[in-house]
């Protein structure tokens, strides 16, 4: 559910705003949920950064 909702936020969204604003969020759950705070900070930033080359956000890719 966490990465759905990161995926949808990401198309929307920076990644650097997207992680600072969740982070505080999901990161209880998903230690509670018994995943480690690496694993859960790597998945957060490829999740939410999935879709910064992509509209309407595509920045990334009209800047290489």
Do not use: C, K, Y
């Not at 969020?25 to 080359?53: C, K």
């Amino acid at each position: 559910m966490i990465n759905l909702i990161l995926l949808l936020v990401g198309a929307f969204m920076d990644t650097t705003p997207a992680v600072s604003i969740f982070t505080p969020i999901f990161l209880p759950v998903a230690s509670q949920a018994g995943r480690s705070p690496l694993h859960f900070g790597i998945m957060m930033r490829t999740e939410s950064g999935d879709w910064f080359g992509a509209r309407p956000a595509g920045r990334e890719r009209a800047f290489r």
